[in-house]
């Protein structure tokens, strides 16, 4: 066998030894380090004028009526106002897209069963939009009983489904595979192509086409539609745009077809939770079989230089040591 | 690890869910209905105060647009010529913390189309590498566990293994909750100033990386917070979400093996009965025997292990023993 293939294994084995996995830590905690440094950097560049600009133009607008209206209210009138509104702020009102609701005195509970359904699953599934959140003390404690609770149930579900389904995703894979090396041959090839295809394919089921869905359904742009799509997959959740925020639409006029709409929207969550476990499995049993090969081939050719050490499976990345489940 | 496995799992889930759906919507649903109708009074009492001075439309217009600006995140009440932009190097680099992390507080979140879609790439390429060195810490802490675990399972015993782990995992999760949770909600009540309680919700709500939003820290501009705190609450997010999720685990692994224990017990009962019925089943004929030994094949959800059925009905070694050497 080549040098190469000598020194590829023997890192590899390397790689399994528990002293080389300390240093592999701290090389990852700086790497880590590094890509916050470079994300605070572009987000910067990025927002920073854009706040600003809407910082002056609240203080320029505020300015201005205050000149136009000086002889009738003081500085005072308008704190007033302005304390009010933060009040309002501090329980969650700033974020209806509809504000108008509120000024014409109409209330709409927020916490209605179909609302407080979907609220559950943002809690169980971790993405957490914050749009609606537990004002009461109680409220605070029971959300974190139910997520106790909540959290490994919904680990537990998404690694069954992703153990149901892994030998279906290999095959897919597998003729992923197959189509490509019709075109070309080559190892590298085919490996980088099946990833780059195969990530494609999986970005347009689940965040592309629902995107179209939610475009119509909550009157956003499609650029809006495909963010939310993604914070809400990678379970980030920051809450800007959430589904249902606006009670304007005409789905969520009737008690029916919103409860049909907030149960479609966990499928959703639910189902691109699923695939994504589903291709972590399928591609960790993948790296399983790679490693009983490159035992097995060693024992083959007798390489006696390396002592025996066991060959322990690196977890794949974001899953748990031991576990299939994904983190 | 079958469809019926997955059928009662999901359904237990739906019913999971509606029972929060009902739960949460009897704590919450009363009281903020109270906030409504006290922010409809307060409104009627300023148009009453301010009429003759603002038009309904004037109001309107401020509320609007203050609303706008604040659901951007702007801290109004705050504001002067120095207090800190959501912006600077400083909130921009916690924000790509909750970004990669999964938390997602949305306190901050980028406005800019452009902020977005690089957002989008940075999430791709961050939570990956996150998730590894979430991996190589969680590895660190699992081997820690399992020595703790050793030594305890030294000085208990118990008739009940499936008990015994939950035990186990019960105090890792009150050590746990020392480091992890109480002793960083009394710094956050005394440096943030929120009272325990919120404190401890806050904690929770990060570690489990849901993360709300409605508590955050480092917010407020009145308090000067040092580089230590600001560090030591990003050691504390990265180590105590691994922790977390070393707890998680354990837990669903423990669920898992006890659903994996009553199946065996449910095999050997299956067993038992087709010990009784066996003299006659040698006179029908293997079609049948291969028949028996299929049903026997599908609670191991493998067809692949029918031929190692042994005449005395031994148990053979299945992955789901090896769940109950403890």
Redesign the interface.
């Known amino acids: 066998m080549s040098l190469f293939r000598k020194a590829a294994r023997l890192s590899e084995l390397r790689k399994s030894s528990p002293n080389y ?1 300390a240093m ?2 701290c090389i ?2 700086v ?2 380090f590094l ?10 560049h ?3 004028k ?3 600009q ?2 002056r ?3 320029d ?2 300015g201005s ?1 205050y000149e136009k ?1 000086r002889h ?2 003081d500085p005072a ?2 704190s ?10 501090k ?5 209806l897209d509809n ?2 609701d ?2 014409n ?1 109409n ?1 709409t ?6 609302s ?2 979907f ?6 599934t ?5 749009r ?9 404690n ?3 009983l ?2 106790l ?9 998404l ?3 992703g ?2 389904f892994k030998d279906k995703g290999i095959l897919i894979l597998t003729k992923i595979r197959q189509s490509l090396m019709k075109i070309h041959k080559s190892k590298t090839f085919i490996t980088i192509a099946t990833a780059v295809v195969g990530f494609l394919v999986l970005y347009c089921i689940l965040i592309c086409l629902p995107a179209l869905v939610f475009s119509y359904t909550e009157g956003w742009s499609y ?1 809006d539609a495909h ?1 939310f799509c ?2 809400t997959l ?7 745009h959430v589904v249902g925020g606006n009670n304007d639409r005409v789905i969520y006029q009737n008690q029916w077809s919103k409860w049909a709409f907030k149960i479609l929207i ?1 499928l959703y969550l639910l189902c691109g939770l699923s695939i994504l476990a589903i291709v972590f499995n399928a591609l960790s049993s993948g790296s399983e079989n790679k490693f009983a090969e490159l035992y097995k081939k060693r024992k083959q050719s007798g390489n006696e230089d390396v002592s025996v050490i066991e060959i322990k499976e690196d ?1 794949k ?7 299939d ?1 994904n ?1 | 690890m079958n469809g019926k496995t997955v059928g009662i799992i999901s359904f237990i889930f739906i019913i999971y869910l509606l029972l929060g759906a009902v739960l949460f919507h009897f704590i919450e649903s009363p009281n903020e209905l109270a906030k409504m109708e006290e922010a409809k009074e307060m409104r009627v009492e300023l148009m009453a105060n301010l009429t003759d001075m603002l038009t309904d439309d004037q109001i309107e217009t401020i509320v609007t647009n203050l609303l706008k600006i604040t659901a951007a995140g702007v801290n109004f009440l705050n504001m002067n010529e120095t207090s800190p932009t959501n912006w600077d190097i400083n909130s921009a680099f916690f924000f790509s913390g909750t970004v990669v992390t999964t938390i997602g507080f949305g306190n901050n979140a980028p406005s800019t189309q452009m902020g977005r879609n690089f957002c989008i790439i940075y999430a791709l390429i961050g939570i990956p590498l996150c998730g590894f060195l979430l991996t190589g810490i969680g590895e660190k802490l699992g081997i820690l566990a399992k020595k703790l675990e050793a030594m305890f399972y030294d000085r208990v015993t118990c008739g009940y293994p499936t008990l015994l782990r939950l035990t186990y995992i019960s105090i890792l999760l009150v050590i746990g909750a020392i480091f992890f949770i109480t002793i960083p909600s009394i710094i956050f009540m005394h440096v943030e100033g929120w009272k325990i309680s919120e404190s401890w919700y806050f904690c929770f709500i990060t570690l489990t990386t849901i993360g709300f939003g409605d508590y955050v820290i480092g917010q407020r501009s009145d308090k000067g917070y040092t580089e230590f705190y600001k560090w030591a609450c990003y050691v504390w997010i990265i180590v105590g979400m691994s922790f977390l999720a070393l707890i998680i685990s354990l837990l669903s692994d423990l669920m898992t093996d006890y659903a994996g224990k009553l199946r065996e017990e449910q095999k050997q009962r299956l067993k038992q009965l087709k010990n009784l019925t066996g003299k006659q089943l040698t006179r029908l004929g293997s079609s049948d025997k291969k028949g028996i030994k299929g049903v026997e094949a599908g609670y191991h959800g493998d067809e692949d292990r029918v031929e190692e059925e042994d005449r005395d009905g031994n148990v053979e070694e299945t992955p789901l023993d090896a769940g109950e050497k403890f």
């Open positions: 996995s592999k830590v990852l905690t790497t880590f890509y916050l440094l470079l994300g605070s950097v572009m987000f910067h990025l927002e920073s854009h706040q600003e809407d910082f133009f609240v203080i607008r505020l009526f209206h009738c209210i009138e308008i007033q106002i302005v304390e009010v509104v933060l009040l309002a702020c329980d969650g009102f700033h974020h504000t108008t509120i000024l005195g209330i509970d927020r916490w209605d069963l179909p407080s359904f609220f559950s699953a943002t809690v169980v971790t993405i957490g939009y914050g609606l959140s537990p004002q009461t003390r109680q409220g605070r029971a959300c974190i139910y997520a609770l909540g959290i490994p149930l919904t680990a537990i579900l690694k069954e489904v153990h149901m650029q963010y993604f914070i990678t379970t980030i959740g920051f809450g800007d966990t977890p990345p974001g899953m748990i040591p031991g576990t489940i983190l």
